[in-house]
């Protein structure tokens, strides 16, 4: 009797099968992208600073969110749909409503948050917050040049910019029962 060998299998063709099994993945795979808020932080405070200016009470939007997601601005409820309109009635006032700011350079939005607020409705209210100013700056670009804020030049965004400052403060989250 004649025994015979075990056969071979031919592997000469399984590092291409798995080059492109490898190139179809990296090809196919989707990555997420990291969300998150493009803020500027403020400059590191020097050894000798000199005391901040006092700002009225009448040029801070208090915007709170509570623990349940519940919205609150200048002490009242609003819904998020209605927050951009209030924030730009608020910063775009120039003095004539008393409750209001005096100007959009001196206008600040405070933003304060429970720790339990969900990041969703904390990033809706940022979203409100920044196209409020995004339609402010907008319609200043379209009387002033002609053109949307997104397609002006580098200076005319500039002076844009001067005339509507994004000025929004945010306190750190809190635990207690103070907001809302």
């Known amino acids: 009797m004649k025994r015979r060998g075990l056969p071979e299998i031919n592997a000469g063709s399984m590092a291409d099968i798995a080059f492109l099994l490898l190139i179809f993945f990296l090809v196919t795979t ?3 992208v990291d969300t998150g808020l493009a803020r500027k932080l403020p400059p590191m405070p020097e050894e ?5 200016p006092e700002i009225k009470a009448r040029n801070i939007y208090e915007v709170l969110i509570g623990p349940t997601d519940l919205l609150s601005v200048e002490k009242e409820k609003m819904d998020v749909s209605k927050l951009r309109e209030g924030a730009k009635l608020f910063i775009n006032n120039n003095g004539r409503d008393g409750n209001l700011s005096d100007s959009p350079q001196k206008a600040i939005i405070s933003l304060k948050c429970h720790r339990l ?5 904390y990033i809706q209210v940022q979203n409100e917050l920044a196209a409020a100013y ?10 002033k040049f002609g053109e949307r804020y997104a397609s002006l ?3 005319q965004k500039k002076e844009i910019r001067k005339m509507y400052p994004q000025k929004i ?4 989250p809190r635990n207690d029962k103070g907001v809302n």
């Open 48 to 52: 000798e600073q000199e005391d901040p």
């Open 134 to 143: 995004n339609e402010l700056r907008d319609e200043a670009a379209l009387n």
């Open 169 to 172: 403060s945010e306190a750190e």
């Open 30 to 32: 989707t990555m997420d």
């Open 153 to 155: 030049n580098k200076d």
């Open 117 to 121: 607020t969900t990041y969703k409705i």
